[in-house]
């Protein structure tokens, strides 16, 4: 069988430091990276053991690529011959060089997802940055959170990018009525999915796909539905996913994360993203 995994471990920390987010200033505790490391090792022994194939998202509190076991595990999983994809949420900052990983990861499995910080990162570093993996022939998105003082750079950061690589905006929706009409049209150019994240979609009671073929899996193994849902359904290392099976109505009243909402059936995300919903790269964006 085949089933997505998002990966989320123990880190909680990050060497960028947003103003808005909750793990800017945490201290790299060597312990944690212990933990999570050790939590790693198991997730890919478990991996190559399994008789079903799997597409992997990492989807790290904090930057995960900055460590090489990170970085490792990319590359090894991207050779598995049980493994479909992998991905990673980065914010881009890895170094291009460290252990050739780059030129060792697979690049038919591999792909990123990277999140453009402006106010950490020049364009031009951000650009260096995403060139090696068009050097490379490894697919990525990448894009911003659109908050307003973001717009001109978000301007800049599509006029820079090839056409062939799709930049999304993930809203900002802490407040609702953010946008004026003016600025969502202004956005929509930019990204003509912007609509689809602007919203809380309701989903209380919805069918959505999680918990059948789509798990998240955290450093103590913990299977869960999805990341917003923190009911643990089972272990990898006692349960078999073919046997795990949720309701197929979602728990909570709203779901507004693309990682969540590209798995309610009602929005036919499937139809956008085709094989590219965990890296984010709708089908008419072709790379690699
Ligand atoms: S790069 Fe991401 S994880 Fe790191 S501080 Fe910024 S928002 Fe937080
Ligand atoms: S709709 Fe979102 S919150 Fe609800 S189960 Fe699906 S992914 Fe989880």
Known sequence: MEFTILYRGSLKSCNFHCA????AWKKIVHQDLETDKAGISRFIEFIENSQHHYRILFTPYGEAMIHAYYR???VRLSKLPNV???AVQTNGSFSVTADDWLDRIAADTAAFWL???PEQISLEQFTNQYQALLDRNLRFSCGVVGIKTNIPTIRQLRATLP?????WINAYKRWHGYYTDKEIEELVLLDPLFNNNLHYYPSRGHICRTG?????VDEKGDIRRCHFVDTIIGNISENDMANLHCSPHCPN??????IGYIYLPELHQ????GDGMLERIPCQYKMG
């Not at 808005?20 to 793990?23: E, H, V």
């Open 212 to 216: 059948q073929e789509i798990f998240s």
């Open 20 to 23: 808005y987010c909750p793990f």
């Open 72 to 74: 490792e595990a990319m």
């Open 253 to 258: 009243d709203t779901c507004h994360c693309h």
């Open 115 to 117: 999140s453009f910080h």
């Open 270 to 273: 499937h139809s956008i993203y």
């Open 84 to 86: 479909i994809k992998v």
């Open 163 to 167: 056409q062939f690589v799709y930049m």
